[in-house]
């Protein structure tokens, strides 16, 4: 709070202005932190700065140079009205397309003629037509661009007050994949997407089939069924795509007409017929593969095959001890840890007196944790036992705690018991009480304190009897983590020998595996990790020979669903076939050129031919040396202005103004004066200098993943640092160099500039293993750039940091704190000069008074 002074009046000095002349000297070290801190605080900025120039050119060259394509090439098609195309940069070599018999083309469905114009209500429609509509909307799923069926139908709604144009633009504006028309009393509905799905329609209604009834469509379910893949022969192969737009070898091409269609149909079929034969083969292979599996598994002749087969589980029971075995796994999963733990007694009794009929008695009742549950959810329950539903229950209360119980041991469990303990307490409070505690191993008053008070409470509230089984449980699941951490094959492939061995090592020893004399037996330890051997150094021969066992019953599971997997894919390998043929055989039988089931070589001869089509495509030479003139000018650009930081001069006789000099100065003397002493403030920065100096090194790196040794490397086609010092590492570019580098080898430029390699790729040169890096130098560009920004990161922090997360944010910290202290000082100061001097002037008034009593006496 400002005070109101009035001083002089005894003395007739001016104090105000005494005062605040002793205040200037008694500033200067405030001035100074002040000044400090206006420095810290433009460094601050201007390393923030470079981050945003490094930043922006970061995004520079993902946009114009990584995910647009660098290397540019021009498809040429030798007949353009039959295939035009297009290159991507990874177009290569020759395409050439023989034939096209059949184009892409949608399929669609045309309704029979109705009593009703566009105006006409639906409601209206469906009296006309007699049809009783029970729903208002139907559910529409159609062909998809990769010529499937879509999975999920779309659901279109309506009412019998919308007119049919409404509907139709309903139609038209949804997600179906279908476009409506419905002219002169008609409705027409086309696939948005061409192509055959094969073996099915290309448009399906799942529901309100009876609308489509009214518009007197044929058939009201499989709408559709006539959509045609577009069929051409590529390379020498028969083969077919859903567009008559597609990507193939790099290159987007585009059938336009139709030509050879005789040949193409003729290859089709011939291809057709040798691939049902094939998939025919492969059905039977994969049904013995799968049989044979089978047997391996359930036993020969079993008919029944649950997920998992009792010896299995049993194995599982014996190599883990108390835990779910996998078939109940597998059920407890299906419901999930939350609704187990929120099971009631109440939930359990009610199920267990309603298993005849219990869906309709959840439905009736108020349970809201059952009402929630699927159908197929809510017959689980019913088919458990009283005993299996709180089984599961106190599993899921267990998995609160998980492992961390596994050293919860019978001494553990009675303290637990002894233990005083007042949830009124606070967590702190709780924690000491636990510390205290001497019957509380350092082990178990770890986990004690890592729970939540709610679990904790829960914890220290449950039975003995329930305390030892989740211990029990606890133990088993650290059998499990040590189990995975080795895996299947690793215990199926031990013999009994080798777990007589390893049962028996010392593995906390430096020699425990060198000394191993079965050679065998020392390879397979030596390539363990760390965690690896510490699992296994646990682990006695009983519980190997368990885990063994296991390892046997899981490898033979894994090998029936693998043999599974690979029959349906066999079966619809077979069924699309199938599917194939028969159309490939229709479309010869209509062209007139099957006897029998074979091609009539002489209807072969005698159609008519048209020269295949040539594809080829040219690397535009010109357009890639733009984009890297364009790179290099960029790149220049950031350089120049980053080794100008880190040269310019810096004003030591300029430092930044305080308060009072800028109350004496005018704007434009304060920004020439600010320009001064910003000017400097990165000069000789390590970090940007460091950063600038490894960027350039860059430039001369040769790339491994470049099979090219000619042009491997950037100085090579052309790419150099300047060959002037002074200049700081910008690039230079020998144009011709560059030109000759990409006539002759133009994806060894690209791969120079953008391969996606790894830092720690793995090559083989002249027979040795070696790591490289591949990547490309733009990759290890914005590399380097990301380390330059991370190093400024943890000095000057970015907008979203807090103070203290980095180096300077730290230093403003102080400084600001000790401008406080000098700030409450000055204070104090200036109260105690005005202090003195008010006590001079007392002194005086008093003097004066004195003297004015003995003046009238002289």
Request: aromatic share 8%.
């Amino acid at each position: 709070m400002s005070q109101l002074r009035i001083g002089g009046l005894a003395s007739g000095m001016d104090i105000d202005a005494l005062v605040e002349k002793l205040m200037q000297a008694e500033r200067i070290p405030l001035d100074k932190l002040q000044q400090q801190k206006q420095i810290y605080e433009w460094t601050r900025d201007a390393y923030r700065n470079v981050n945003k120039k490094l930043q922006t050119f970061d995004t520079y060259i993902a946009d114009n140079l990584l995910l647009k394509s660098f290397n540019t090439k021009t498809a040429t098609s030798s007949n353009s009205s039959l295939v035009e195309a297009t290159a991507t940069g990874s177009a290569a070599g020759t395409l050439t397309i023989e034939g096209v018999s059949q184009l892409a083309s949608a399929a669609r469905a045309v309704g029979g003629q109705v009593n009703g114009i566009g105006t006409t209500t639906l409601g209206d429609l469906f009296a006309n037509s007699g049809v009783t509509v029970s729903q208002n909307y139907i559910e529409i799923r159609a062909i998809q661009k990769d010529g499937t069926l879509a999975a999920k139908a779309t659901r279109i709604e309506f009412t019998e007050n919308m007119t049919i144009d409404q509907f139709v633009s309903k139609i038209n504006s949804s997600a179906a994949g279908v476009s409506a028309v419905f002219e002169n009393g008609r409705l027409s509905i086309t696939a948005k997407n061409t192509g055959d799905v094969k073996g099915g329609a290309e448009i399906v209604v799942d529901s309100g089939q009876e609308v489509f009834a009214a518009f007197q469509f044929a058939d009201t379910t499989n709408l559709a069924d006539n959509g045609k893949n577009a069929i051409f022969k590529v390379n020498g192969i028969a083969t077919e795509r859903a567009s008559n737009s597609f990507s193939i070898s790099g290159y987007n091409v585009t059938l336009k007409s139709t030509f050879n269609s005789v040949q193409t149909i003729a290859e089709k079929y011939i291809a057709a017929q040798k691939e049902l034969e094939l998939a025919g083969i492969n059905l039977t292979n994969k049904t013995n593969q799968y049989n044979n599996a089978k047997d391996a598994y359930y036993g020969v002749g079993a008919t029944e095959t649950p997920s998992y087969t009792t010896a299995h589980n049993n194995a599982y029971k014996v190599a883990f001890g108390n835990t779910l075995t996998l078939s109940e796994q597998e059920l407890f999963n299906k419901l999930g840890s939350a609704f187990w733990r929120k099971l009631s007694d109440d939930e359990i009794n009610f199920i267990l007196e309603n298993k005849d009929d219990l869906k309709t008695a959840i439905e009736a009742s108020d349970y809201t944790n059952l009402k929630a549950l699927s159908d197929d959810k809510i017959q689980i329950l019913a088919d458990l036992s009283e005993q299996e539903l709180v089984d599961y229950r106190l599993h899921a209360n267990y998995q609160v705690y998980g492992t961390k119980l596994k050293d919860f041991d019978a001494a553990a469990i009675a303290a637990i018991q002894n233990f005083a303990y007042d949830s009124n307490d606070d967590l702190t409070t709780i924690h000491e009480n636990i510390d205290n505690n001497p019957e509380f191993s350092d082990e178990v008053k770890k986990v004690l304190k890592s729970l939540s008070k709610d679990d904790l409470t829960n914890l220290l509230s449950t039975s003995p009897s329930t305390l030892e089984i989740y211990h029990q449980k606890a133990q088993a699941d650290d059998l499990k983590t040590k189990y995975s951490a080795l895996g299947d094959s690793f215990f199926n492939n031990l013999s009994a020998s080798e777990i007589e061995t390893i049962s028996n090592i010392d593995f906390t020893q430096e020699d425990a595996i060198s000394s191993i004399t079965d050679e065998t037996l020392r390879n397979k330890l030596e390539k363990l990790t760390e965690n690896q051997i510490k699992a296994l150094d646990s682990l006695t021969e009983e519980q190997l020979n368990n885990f063994k066992n296991l390892a046997e019953q899981n490898i033979i599971r894994s090998n029936y669903v693998k043999a599974n997997s690979e029959l349906n894919a066999a079966q619809t390998r077979l069924t699309n076939a199938q599917n194939t043929f028969d159309t490939a055989k229709e479309d010869a039988q209509n062209a007139g050129i099957l006897n029998g089931d074979d091609i009539d070589e002489d209807a072969l001869i005698g159609a008519p031919t048209t020269s295949p089509v040539s594809i080829t495509s040219t690397t535009n030479v010109d357009d890639i040396i733009s984009k890297i003139k364009d790179f290099v000018n960029t790149y220049n650009g950031l350089i120049k202005e980053l080794n100008d930081l880190i040269k310019e001069s810096k004003y030591r006789d300029y430092p930044p103004l305080t308060e009072a000099q800028r109350k004496e100065m005018d704007e434009k003397e304060i920004e020439l004066w600010e320009e001064k002493a910003k000017s400097g403030l990165l000069r000789s920065d390590s970090i940007i200098r460091e950063g600038i100096s490894k960027m350039r090194a860059l430039l001369y790196e040769s790339n491994p993943a470049v099979s090219n040794p000619k042009y491997n490397t950037l100085f090579s086609i052309g790419i150099t640092t300047s060959k002037n010092y002074n200049d700081g590492g910008t690039i230079e570019i020998d144009e011709n160099k560059l030109r000759k580098a990409l006539e002759e080898d133009p994806d060894a430029v690209a791969a120079l500039f953008t391969n996606y390699g790894k830092k720690d790729d793995t090559i083989i040169e002249n027979g040795v293993e070696k790591t490289v890096d591949t990547r490309g130098y733009l990759q290890k560009l914005r590399e380097e750039m990301t380390n330059i920004k991370n190093k400024i990161e943890k000095k000057a922090g970015r907008t979203t940091m807090t103070a203290n997360q980095y180096t300077l944010g730290k230093t403003l910290t102080d400084i600001e704190s000790r401008i406080k202290t000098w700030k409450d000082k000055l204070i104090t100061i200036e109260q105690r000069y005005w202090k003195q001097f008010t006590a001079m002037e007392q002194a005086i008034n008093k003097a004066n008074m004195q003297a004015s009593l003995f003046m009238p006496q002289y």
